[in-house]
């Protein structure tokens, strides 16, 4: 059971990058696949979900309008488009899976290794 983060480096702000996550199985319709970061010195935090049966998503406000998480089902594989990046969301950008809706990382409980998402001002 492992999950794979890619796609991060580092960028301009107002550029855009796209981050994967691939799953080493098969996601279930009812499980909640969620994008979260932790920059240096801070805690992790949610910055998006989707429910995998249903494609609905959710956000947080800071990235709202500006980032995208998709999935494909087939090839068990998540998605976060972030475009018009600013310095401050530089992270390490982590997927996880979870049984349900949530927004505090303690309730996935599956986690990739993360990403680094350096960007430049």
């Known amino acids: 059971v492992q999950l794979q983060a890619s796609g991060g480096g580092l960028v301009q702000a107002g550029d855009s990058l796209r981050l994967s996550c691939a799953a080493s199985w098969r996601i279930f319709s009812s499980s909640v696949m969620g994008w979260f970061r932790q920059a240096p010195g801070k805690e992790r935090v949610f910055v998006a979900a989707i429910r995998w049966g249903t494609g609905r998503t959710y956000y947080a406000d800071s990235v709202k309008g500006r980032f995208t998480v998709s999935r494909v089902n087939a090839e068990n594989t998540m998605y976060l488009q972030m475009n018009s990046l600013r310095a401050e969301d530089t992270a390490v950008y982590y997927c996880?899976?979870?049984?349900?809706?949530?927004?505090?990382?303690?309730?996935?409980?599956?986690w990739g290794q993360g990403t680094q998402v350096t960007v430049s001002s």
């Open positions: 996880a899976r979870g049984n349900e809706l949530a927004y505090a990382p303690a309730q996935y409980k599956s």
